[in-house]
């Protein structure tokens, strides 16, 4: 499989409680566990956060080159991306996703196969795909 694109990055601290930075020192962030998890919250960000983050920028990205080669004009378009942390039966932790994509000015019907036809090829949606729960919403 060629590649075609690589990145690192560095945790360093406390785990959720600590210092992720990219190896470009790009990305150089400060975290806090959330305060609905018995942690300081405040300013900082989390994993899940940037976990969201990077779903919705990739999905949405994802939509646009798929509209593009289908010929569909894309105007003032989101996604927005909601990620939970939930505690598994069998012990330990697990995630799940609900992706919202807003294409305003299409027809339901097509807004919705734009949809589905990128959650077969976003990399974040084949990374989950079979591990986590992802719920797509489509709004027009």
Do not use: W
Request: glycine share 12%; net charge negative; with cysteine.
């Amino acid at each position: 499989m060629p590649m075609l694109y690589t990145t690192e990055a560095l945790s360093t601290g406390d785990g959720r409680n600590g210092e992720v930075r990219s190896v470009d020192g790009v990305l150089d962030e400060l975290l806090a566990v959330p305060k609905e998890m018995g942690g300081p919250g405040g300013d900082r960000t989390n994993p899940e956060q940037l976990f969201a983050a990077g779903y919705a920028a990739c999905f949405h990205n994802g939509l646009r080159v798929i509209a593009g080669e289908q010929g569909v004009q894309l105007a003032d378009s989101t996604v927005q991306s909601k990620v939970s942390l939930l505690t598994r039966d069998a012990g330990g932790f697990t995630l799940a996703v609900t992706l919202t994509a807003h294409l305003p000015g299409l027809e339901r019907s097509a807004a919705e196969r734009l949809v589905k036809a990128t959650h077969e090829v976003c990399p974040y949606s084949n990374a989950t795909r079979g591990n986590i729960e992802v719920i797509l919403n489509t709004t027009v």
